[in-house]
């Protein structure tokens, strides 16, 4: 069975993501209902990378994610540490610098990037604070952190249908279109357990970020959480 545990031991977290690698796009799209694709947009428009700046797109996956940085002319780097992930990502886009890493000890020197962002990766890191706070060190003062996570709708009716749907249905559907369903058990558990907007905005101040805000996507099925890094850098 490939899924990882609401512990998230990175070797067990890793080997997941391996697994559903084949499949991972195309089950996040039929998963989403196709919000996904929306959500992608949205982490685009926040970042507003300009050509010549650089990007680190951290648990980019197959790149999906990173594609958007490249044709709006700024250097993005692809970084993961499931080596399934970069490898599908290497075949489909050869022309982006895909890069294997942990988010806990990123393989950059301080100051490096104009701008960071995580989708959907952040929950999935043993340590997110731990997290947050390397990509605080690899950005530069003034530099923009962007993060898209699932986060808690704020309509108590539809947060009631949208976790029947997490954890009932998205299971059950993943079982015809992911290469590895199981996974997916652990996906919906993850996204029950995580803080709400709230939440993740005070860990990222924890971390060291300045000016931290959200916003709500999809009702806060995803949020959008946005920072500065300033001062000086947190080891």
Same mark, same amino acid.
């Given at each position: ?10 070797? /067990? ?16 799209? *039929? ?9 992608? #947009? ?44 970069? #490898? ?6 050869? &022309? ?16 490096? @990037? ?5 989708? @959907?990766?952040?929950?999935? =890191? *043993? ?10 060190? *690899? ?10 996570? @699932?986060? &808690? ?28 369903? /199981? ?7 993850? =996204? ?9 905005? +005070?860990?990222?101040?924890? +971390? ?16 959008? &959480? ?6 000086? #850098?947190? #080891?």
């Amino acid at each position: 069975m490939a899924r990882a545990e609401l512990d998230k031991q990175p070797a /067990d977290v890793r080997r997941m993501f391996d697994a559903v690698a084949r499949r991972y796009d195309v089950t996040n799209d *039929v998963l989403s209902l196709g919000q996904d694709r929306r959500w992608r #947009r949205e982490v685009i428009d926040a970042v507003d990378a300009r050509p010549g700046q650089l990007v680190l797109d951290l648990a980019a996956g197959t790149g999906t994610s990173s594609e958007p940085f490249a044709e709006r002319g700024a250097t993005v780097v692809p970084c993961d540490f499931s080596i399934g992930m970069l #490898r599908v990502g290497k075949q489909a886009r050869p &022309h982006l610098p895909f890069t294997a890493g942990d988010g806990t000890r990123l393989p950059f020197g301080d100051n490096t @990037f104009d701008a960071v962002t995580i989708s @959907f990766g952040l929950r999935n =890191i *043993v340590d997110p604070l731990a997290g947050l706070r390397e990509l605080l060190r *690899v950005t530069r003062p003034g530099g923009r952190l962007v993060v898209c996570e @699932f986060s &808690h709708p704020t309509n108590a009716a539809f947060r009631t249908v949208y976790l029947e749907y997490l954890m009932r249905a998205l299971p059950a559907m993943a079982r015809g279109v992911s290469s590895s369903p /199981d996974a997916y058990v652990y996906l919906a558990e993850s =996204i029950r357990a995580w803080p709400d907007q709230a939440g993740l905005a +005070a860990l990222l101040e924890e +971390a060291g970020w300045s000016g931290v805000e959200w916003r709500n996507l999809t009702g806060g099925v995803v949020a959008l &959480h946005r920072g500065v890094a300033r001062g000086s #850098r947190v #080891r």
